[in-house]
């Protein structure tokens, strides 16, 4: 099983559709869940939708909540009513790649009781599914290297709570493709403190400056020219560099090969190929998707 998510707008749901398109090229089974309860237009319809549970505009308009407020809401909602998700779940077999389409807000990983959870509910008991989790951030936030460390940094918080293998993915790499030498390119899949260290075209002042301080914490400016400032970058950048917990894989949706490579990544977190029943041979002469 896959769970997406990321930060909105990341290509999570092309991801999926990508995904479920190459599964069927492969003669693969695949069960697609949507958990996003403000998702719209799908190109595949989900097999199990949170949305026949409960949608975020009703509960914005109910309850008059915010998105976020909302969202956490119907997360809530579907953890008090987990036979929802858990039920059919029970039916659907180890040939199935079961793909678990999710909103991108970041709280909801890194809030204990939300999506922990519910991960917990289906690792655990008689479901005992085996999960990855696949992080995807987009590849056009390399060009301002704070958005890639912050972006990075959600990524360690989330994998740390949620305890589950994890790939990253640098989604959109169509969009980057081309406009940057491999060689830049390899350090932000593989990042380390250099990227940090020598950002002069991003918002971040690196530099170590004597006698610069930050007195005036109010003042927005002279805080990201500090030697404080300076000193937390590279501090960041030591803690991902000294725990080498986040590396990225390349995904263009588009590129049936980079999805292919993406989710063999997946099968093998998720150890799905040793997880299949070995087949006799005469199986062949029926029908390869057994159970659909
Ligand atoms: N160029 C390009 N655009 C993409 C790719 N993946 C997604 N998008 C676009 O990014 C936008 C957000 O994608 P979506 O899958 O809805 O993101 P989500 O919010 O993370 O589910 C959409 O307009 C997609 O067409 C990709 O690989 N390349
Ligand atoms: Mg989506």
Do not use: W
């Not at 998702?39 to 549970?53: C, G, N, R, S, T």
């Not at 380390?192 to 002069?200: H, W």
Request: aromatic fraction near 8%; charge should be negative; hydrophobic fraction near 40%.
């Amino acid at each position: 099983m896959g769970s997406r998510y990321g930060p909105a707008g990341a290509g999570k749901t092309t991801f999926s559709s990508a995904l479920i398109q190459h599964l069927r090229n492969n003669k693969r089974s695949c069960y697609y869940i949507n958990l996003d309860p403000a998702a719209e237009d799908f190109v595949y319809e989900p097999d199990l939708d949170i949305k026949d549970l409960i949608t975020l505009e009703d509960v914005m308009e109910e309850l008059h909540l915010g998105p976020n407020g909302g969202l956490i809401y119907c997360f809530e909602f579907l953890l008090e009513n987990l036979d929802f998700l858990t039920d059919p779940l029970e039916n659907v077999t180890e040939e199935y790649l079961i793909i678990i389409d999710m909103p991108g807000q970041i709280e909801l990983y890194t809030h204990v009781p939300i999506v922990p959870s519910l991960i917990k509910a289906l690792t655990k008991g008689s479901l005992n599914i085996s999960m990855c989790a696949a992080y995807l951030l987009e590849s056009t936030f390399i060009v301002d290297r704070s958005k890639f460390f912050s972006g990075t940094l959600s990524a360690m918080s989330a994998m740390l709570m949620m305890e589950l293998p994890h790939v990253n993915i640098l989604s959109k790499m169509d969009l980057v493709k081309g406009q940057m030498a491999r060689k830049e390119l390899k350090r932000y899949i593989d990042p380390d403190i250099s990227l940090l260290q020598d950002a002069p075209t991003s918002g971040l002042v690196y530099e170590y400056k004597d006698g610069l301080d930050n007195g005036d914490p109010t003042d927005a400016q002279k805080v990201v020219s500090g030697d404080s400032f300076a000193k937390l970058n590279r501090a960041v950048g030591q803690l991902i560099d000294d725990f080498s917990l986040v590396s990225f894989l390349k995904l263009d949706a588009q590129d049936e090969d980079s999805v292919g490579a993406v989710l063999s990544y997946i099968d093998d977190a998720i150890q799905f190929h040793e997880a299949q029943e070995p087949r006799e041979p005469n199986d062949d002469l029926g029908d390869g998707d057994m159970g659909e």
